[in-house]
């Protein structure tokens, strides 16, 4: 970005970045750039200091240029006074430090304190004020923290952020992702809209979903990170060369790196995916090579399994119908099925349960399915239920153990049952673990 350009943003707006670590100082120089009045404050006088003066109190590429021009037209200032930085402030952008205590919880310290001052200073303002937390905040924060030390006539949003040291500056102007939570809408809105210049069209969600992507988003770098490694790891102790193996595995951008598999489901299962799992870590351990991170997939598997039995358990003990046998849907294959898993224990806890499976008809499927069935599991092959509008007469609940085509979901729907969606189809009607406190 040249710190040269003319601004863009149109209708300037007061803003306040409380906090002037990596975070306040990017974001405040940034929003100056844009256009906008930006009152930085800091208790930290040295770094107030080095704004003042226009240097960066930090080293971050092409920082050091923006807040000299932006302090040189008058569009950023600094002060170490938090009530001078607000008082005509239309939004408070809040990026204090959340540093980790020793057991891993958050340290909120700064943020309570700067909280308080903000409400202490609310009775004598004369403007509404909008407060926006761009500091990373376990989810509930705003709501349990912030919003009763404020008040209910100031809107709280989350407006987390997401650059990296080294290109903050780079992230800022080209973000990854914009992201504003909030249940005010006009606050959300008047938020999003410092954005608009960059060109990104904002996420716009809840107040707790904003603080939880921040979360979501670093655990999926660190996972991708270490699941680079420990693929590298012991590509390299077989004598394939790690880089290789991975720029081949991106080169897939249908199933690797797109959004492919990362919607929150049922657990998975079949032929493959548990299968080679298992074979790598076997082959990695005889190799001395620990993958802790692949090693715990598969327990992370039965885990997700575990949550669906103790949901459909805590079901009262009526009839229920389980949509869906196979590992997924548009297959016949039973092999490492959760389904299957499941049924087997909601029969040993006694439950009355039937299934259906577009897929599995007893009387029309053959050859090694049918095998399987009456070989392998033929305490389950006596639950199927060919006719699904029979089941649903018969029974008082919907497990959907699988997704299912649309006539088949509506004739579900039009059954007027409760439904226990397993499976993230987004029609469930009773709670599913994710949602239990
Ligand atoms: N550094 C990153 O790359 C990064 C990226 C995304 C999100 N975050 C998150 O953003 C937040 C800030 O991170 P950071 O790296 O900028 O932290 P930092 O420690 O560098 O900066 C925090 C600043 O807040 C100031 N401060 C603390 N209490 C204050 C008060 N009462 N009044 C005024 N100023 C006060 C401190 O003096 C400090 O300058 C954290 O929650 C962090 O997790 C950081």
Known sequence: MSSASSP?????????????????CVTA??????????????????????????????????LAEIIRATVAAGSLRATTSLPEAIAEAHIALICVGTPSQKNGNLDL??????????AESLPSRHKPLIVAIRSTVFPGTCEEVVIPALGPSTPVVSNPEFLREGVAVLDFIEPS????????????????????????????????TAEMIKYACNAFHAVKIAFANEIGALSARLGIGPSEVMST?????KLNASAAYLKPGFAFGGSCLPKDLRGLVYRASRLDVRLPMLESVLPSNNEQLSRAIEAVMDLPAQRIACIGLAFKENTDDLRESPVVSLLEQLIGKGRDVRVFDPHIQLDA??????????????H??????????????????????????????RQIENSGLPVLDLVGTGRTTVSVPAQKA
């Open 109 to 118: 310290d700064q943020l309570r304190r700067v909280v308080g001052e903000i």
């Open 8 to 24: 863009v943003n149109t209708a300037p707006v007061n803003i306040a970045v409380v906090g002037l670590g990596y975070v306040g």
């Open 29 to 62: 120089a940034c929003l100056a750039h844009l256009g906008n009045h930006v009152f930085g404050v800091d208790r930290d006088a040295h770094k107030v200091r080095n704004v003042l003066d226009g240097q960066a109190p930090f080293f971050e590429p092409g």
């Open 380 to 409: 389950i092959g006596r639950l199927m239920e060919s006719d699904l509008g029979r089941l649903l007469s018969w029974a008082d609940y919907v497990v959907l153990g699988q997704k299912q085509r649309d006539a088949i979901a």
């Open 249 to 253: 595995l991106c080169a897939d951008v």
């Open 177 to 208: 992702l914009v992201v504003v939570g909030g249940e005010d809408r006009a606050a959300v809105d008047r938020v999003a809209s410092l954005y608009e210049p960059l060109k990104v069209p904002p996420c716009l969600v809840s107040l707790r």
């Open 365 to 378: 499927i053959y050859g090694s399915n049918k095998n399987y069935i009456l070989a392998t599991i033929p």
